[in-house]
Structures are given as structure tokens and as C-alpha cells.
């Protein structure tokens, strides 16, 4: 499948970054403590003056980190419970997000390939493990959802689900943390990739190769799978950092 041009521009909103840091602050403010649960999700966007999404996707990073467990319902159920919490953990996390953009193509490939490779064989041996049916369902609907798409930008978008995906693959919610706060380094750089490329055919047979062996419980296949895919996307990260 070939692309079309993909939106450019590296200068991209941050705005759940500074959600995280409001709602660490608000949990302060207002002697949370262990049990109790945080107002709904809309609550808190009117509170903070932000798009529910942003709460969302700051929510998501916080239960991945263990700080809140989410809650579904209404009402007086609405909202999610703190857990414990948030400590150094999360500060440290806040700043990767925001130092990121200092990062150099190679060190951020070469972070990926460590991260990738390891979820992948890790999955593959415990291919039959809950964490790992979910996250290999959703690598699936990636693969479908970018077959689907000619815009590269919307292409980009699954491809970082399908790498995301794969991080949650064995269950290790530093992991995912750490991939979550790679994601706006890897859409530069996998934007990038897709516009050098034009043709997304390889990519998705790599993500096939991957997925496949996953499935398969091949865990050499697997690594071999992420490393390959790594090297068509990036075939020079040196040159390029």
C-alpha cells in the first residue's frame, strides 16, 4: 500500500503531560489518600480546564504506574480509586516525557530494540498468558486498521498501537510506561520512516512476522522479527543522529 504524504511538524501538544502533573498536584491538595476516588473523568476536565481526552490518556498512564485503578460507572461510581501514592515514580516519568525531545534518532531506535525484542520473546514464550491474548488481539486490530488507511498519518497512529501493543504483551507495567513516554519520539521518527518508504507493504509484513511468531510461541522468530522490522524502518539510525 502506498501513502499519502503524512502531516508534518515536530512541535506536537503535550497537553496530558501537564494533566499528570495537575493531577499529582490535586491529590496533594486534597489529602487523597490510599481508597479514595478521584472525580470523574469529565469532572476533572472541566476542574483542570482540559479535553477529556487528555484526563483519559493521563489516567491510563497513572494505572499503568499503579497509582489508580480505573472505575466504570456513574455517578458516585464515576471515577477512578487511588492506589497509592504518587511519588518519585511518577516525577521521574514526567521528566523523561519532557526531556525526550533532546534524544538523538539512534538512542530512541536503540531503546525500542532493547524494549521491543525482549516483550517479543517474552510473549512468545508465554503465548497462552492473558496480558498476552489481549495484547496480541489488539496488535491484530492494529494491522487490519493500518491495511485499511492511505493517509500516513492515521497509518502512524496504528503502527504506534501495534508497537504499544506489543510492550503490554508481557505484563511488565514499567515497560509500558517507558514505551508510552517514547510515543511522541516515535511518531517523529515513524513518520519519518513512512514518507522515506512510501510503500507500507514491508512494514506490514513485518508486523505480520511479528504477531505471527508471537502466536506461534517462536521466540527466536519473534526477536529476529522486531530487529528486522526495526532495521527497514531505521536502516541507518548512526547516520542520522
Excluded: C
Excluded at 471515577?79 to 516519568?93: I, M
Aim: hydrophobic share 45%; charged share 30%.
Amino acid at each position: 500500500m502506498t501513502v499519502e504524504k503524512a502531516r508534518r511538524g515536530d512541535a506536537r501538544p503535550r497537553a496530558f503531560e501537564e494533566v499528570l502533573a495537575r493531577i499529582e498536584e490535586r491529590i496533594a491538595a486534597d489529602g487523597l489518600t490510599v481508597g479514595d476516588r478521584l472525580p470523574g473523568e469529565r469532572q476533572l476536565a472541566e476542574q483542570l480546564g482540559v479535553g477529556r481526552s487528555s484526563v483519559r490518556e493521563a489516567l491510563r498512564v497513572l494505572e499503568t504506574l499503579g497509582v489508580v485503578t480505573s472505575q466504570v460507572g456513574r455517578g458516585p461510581d464515576a471515577g477512578a480509586v487511588l492506589t497509592s501514592r504518587p511519588g518519585s515514580a511518577l516525577t521521574e516519568l514526567l521528566r523523561l516525557h519532557l526531556g525526550l525531545a533532546t534524544l538523538s534518532m539512534r538512542e530512541v531506535i536503540d531503546t525500542r530494540l532493547m524494549i521491543e525484542q525482549w516483550a517479543a520473546v517474552r510473549a512468545a514464550t508465554a503465548p497462552s498468558a492473558a496480558s498476552t491474548r489481549t495484547a496480541a488481539a489488539r496488535m491484530a486490530e492494529a494491522v487490519a486498521a493500518m491495511d485499511a488507511t492511505r493517509d500516513a498519518a492515521e497509518f502512524v497512529e496504528h503502527d504506534i498501537a501495534f508497537h504499544l501493543a506489543l510492550a503490554e504483551a508481557p505484563g511488565n507495567r514499567l515497560i509500558v510506561a517507558v514505551m508510552r513516554a517514547l510515543r511522541d519520539s516515535v511518531r517523529r521518527y515513524a513518520e519519518d520512516a513512512v514518507v522515506r518508504l512510501g510503500d507500507t507493504g514491508g512494514l506490514q509484513d513485518d508486523h505480520r512476522r511479528i504477531h505471527r511468531a508471537i502466536e506461534d510461541g517462536d521466540a527466536g522468530a519473534a526477536a529476529d522479527a522486531v530487529a528486522a522490522h526495526l532495521a527497514r524502518a531505521y536502516p541507518d539510525p548512526a547516520r542520522q543522529s
